[in-house]
T-cell receptor, first 116, second 116 residues
Framework: DAGVIQSPRHEVTEMGQEVTLRCKPI?????LFWYRQTMMRGLELLIYFNNNVPIDDSGMPEDRFSAKMPNASFSTLKIQPSEPRDSAVYFC??????????????FGEGSRLTVL | AQSVTQLDSQVPVFEEAPVELRCNYS??????LFWYVQYPNQGLQLLLKYLSGSTLVKGINGFEAEFNKSQTSFHLRKPSVHISDTAEYFC??????????????FGKGTLLTVNP
């Protein structure tokens, strides 16, 4: 079975540019999470979707960040305009509703973003 | 709200030595507890979890963890480590009930380095 698929794996861009990160969750998983990982702050939950609907976006740092889930098999995280402090590894993770209590999130391999 | 403290940011050990990675948590409600492992350049994967029952739980790759409610700890152990266990290990908690029970709160991670 294919796992969570993220693209691009690496992105280097200049300050002010728009960045779009993509995620394909595991088929049948109805919960999707975007996390950001940095040395300073560790893993932070940015946004949580359930059945394609954003449930909790309290972790989105500011208006420059937006996320969408137009269907059950695709989600995007967009940063516009990007800033150097956005440099981090961004993870997408998915989970089935029946596993909500077991905590078994399935993570993608991450998108490493560097903003110069 | 919950918080997780991983007491050691780095733990170097020699191959075949025992290891303990420490995790303490704080929560005003009952929680489930998890350990995730992140190998270099990969996403996180579930190592083991405590939901209920026996306080000693066994996970993959020979790891085990013990839940101690009075000390609010969930330390991870392995009696004999291998080079391939070199990775970053994350402790995480989730509230058992409530509106935010989908949210995993992660510690900042412990980098385990196994040397020959």
């Amino acid at each position: 079975d294919a796992g969570v698929i993220q693209s691009p794996r690496h992105e280097v861009t200049e300050m002010g540019q728009e960045v779009t990160l993509r995620c394909k969750p595991i088929s049948g998983h109805n919960s999707l999470f975007w996390y950001r990982q940095t040395m300073m702050r560790g893993l932070e939950l940015l946004i949580y979707f359930n059945n394609n609907v954003p449930i909790d976006d309290s972790g989105m740092p500011e208006d420059r960040f937006s996320a969408k889930m137009p269907n059950a098999s695709f989600s995007t995280l967009k940063i516009q305009p990007s800033e150097p402090r956005d440099s981090a590894v961004y993870f997408c993770a998915s989970m089935t509703g029946t596993k909500i209590n077991t905590g078994e999130l399935f993570f993608g391999e991450g998108s490493r973003l560097t903003v110069l | 709200a919950q918080s997780v403290t991983q007491l050691d940011s780095q733990v170097p050990v020699f191959e075949e030595a025992p290891v303990e990675l420490r995790c303490n948590y704080s929560s005003s409600v009952s929680v489930y507890l998890f350990w995730y492992v992140q190998y270099p350049n990969q996403g996180l994967q579930l190592l083991l979890k405590y939901l209920s029952g026996s306080t000693l739980v066994k996970g993959i790759n020979g790891f085990e963890a013990e839940f101690n409610k009075s000390q609010t700890s969930f330390h991870l152990r392995k009696p004999s480590v291998h080079i391939s266990d070199t990775a970053e290990y994350f402790c995480a908690v989730r509230s058992i009930s409530g509106g935010s029970n989908y949210k995993l709160t992660f510690g900042k991670g412990t980098l385990l380095t196994v040397n020959p």
